[in-house]
């Protein structure tokens, strides 16, 4: 069983930043995908980034350049550094983790993906 554990969730400014961890427990992730992603209110959850087990990384067009996925092999942990935040990167953010090795081009997708953690709050105010 494995448990995933956000943080760092908050209001901000826009303009700001933040630093969004997930602690995994459970089960040695070092070869998985860890991906995060989010949910407004009356919208489906999508895709904000994901990194694979060789330090790949993903990001979707609304993000990039702004936000910055990186991952501790020794911490079990998987972090998301927002810069530059606009208030449309408002939701509840989640990480999710996918315990077999997905190509690049699927990492977004949100069937992959066997394990959620609770979800965080961002807001961004203008």
């Known amino acids: 069983q494995v448990q995933l554990v956000e943080s760092g969730g908050g209001s901000v400014q826009a303009g700001g930043s933040l630093r969004l961890s997930c602690a995994a427990s459970?089960?040695?992730?070092?070869?998985?995908?860890m991906g995060w992603f989010r949910q407004a209110p009356g919208k489906e959850r999508e895709s904000v980034a994901a990194?694979?087990?060789?330090?790949?990384?993903y990001y979707a067009d609304s993000v990039k350049g702004r936000f910055t996925i990186s991952r501790d092999n020794a911490k079990n942990t998987v972090y998301l550094q927002m810069n530059s935040l606009k208030p449309e990167d408002t939701a509840v953010y989640y990480c999710?983790?996918?315990?077999?090795?997905?190509?690049?081009?699927?990492?977004?997708?949100?069937?992959?993906?066997?394990?959620w953690g609770q979800g965080t709050q961002v807001t961004v105010s203008s």
């Open positions: 459970g089960r040695t992730f070092r070869l998985y995908v």
């Open positions: 999710a983790l996918a315990i077999k090795p997905l190509y690049l081009g699927a990492v977004a997708g949100t069937g992959e993906y066997d394990y």
């Open positions: 990194i694979r087990w060789n330090g790949s990384t």
